[in-house]
DNA sequence: GTCTATATACCGATAGAC
DNA sequence: GTCTATCGGTATATAGAC
């Protein structure tokens, strides 16, 4: 499943980001992820302490590459405008959901703190970093004073989040589409 | 657990509700559901299929709660935008989450097209009342022309649902209701 | 580091007595 | 309608050989 040079460690991790993201972590387990990565049960149990320990591992690095992925766009060149609008048309397997925010509804890892945290943060690093670009934005004019920049930033997360439920609920993007064109006429620069 | 009144097939739906809603449907055995509905096994199987056919009959019934629900709110008094802005305000409990929306994440909901369908028409449901909501406020000059009632709504239905997910990931409602507060200064009528 | 064997519990369902 | 018994399979982990 993975290529030769990949070690086993390294192919439990990435076959548990996987499944993690397809069935969640209640759906997901060890068998289905020992199965996927062609390694023993003996193996997962020497690298890691079990499920939750292999998981956080997955979890982080899943977090930290949508991280990286965020903020390539978001440090990318344009207005404040033009850098939202880059970020939430930003190209995504709509219907696969998003791997980080699906996992505030699994309940197991909404128990654990452990869990949570890098989720959270990653959610938390988004909008702070959004809030930031919507107030450069503000400074210039381009946005109403009236706005608040941690407030429109969590509604740019938000509809980002919304829109996956959306798509997978239709079984169609168009949804998770209309919903950005819609924030996005919501924020258009007033003309200068 | 329930009533004395209820009849064990009620005590089974309201079991199984309340389960989906906590844990999802792959995260729920039927050997909680029996626990929670105090009932044995003869009676899950005697007035049902089997557990996906509970989880029809539970998600059935509170899709059509959630409707009446919001229609309540929709139908009230109010312009355009007080209606919107009083199904966004709406008294809700953000923690938990969206009973309907949480299972676009379950691998075995989106799997199957008869469980997909309630969740589906229920989301497809509201977006159509809120686009009308918006058209009419657009008509009104209340809102701008270059609105798209469709998108509209779809941005405020993905708000919601992605507000839930900001709460769980931070465990605080405050990211849901900063994300609403955005959303609604981004939709705020113009001054006549 | 990886393997196989083993363990206890639970999964989702069926059978048949009452 | 409800109960208990039973089923083959899986969940998650440990033990110990190699």
Redesign the interface.
Known sequence: MYSEGMSTSERLIESTRELLW???Y??TSPKAILERADAGQGSMYHHFKGKPDLALAAIRRTAQEMRAGAAAVLDGPGTPYERVEAYLRRERDVLR?CPI??L?????V?ASDEL?AP??ET??WL?GRLAGIVEEGREQGLFAP???G?????????????????A????SPE??D??????L????PRPA
Not at 178 to 183: F, I, Q
Request: aromatic content about 4%; glycine content about 16%; proline content about 2%.
């Open positions: 397809e069935r969640g209640v759906g959901g925010g699906r505030t509804m699994d309940p197991d909404i949570r989720v959270d959610l938390d909008r009236s706005l608040n941690e407030e429109i930033a969590s509604a740019i997360v938000a509809t980002v989040q919304g829109g996956y439920v959306l997978r609920a239709s079984g949804a998770f209309a919903g950005v064109r819609g924030l006429s919501l924020l258009a």
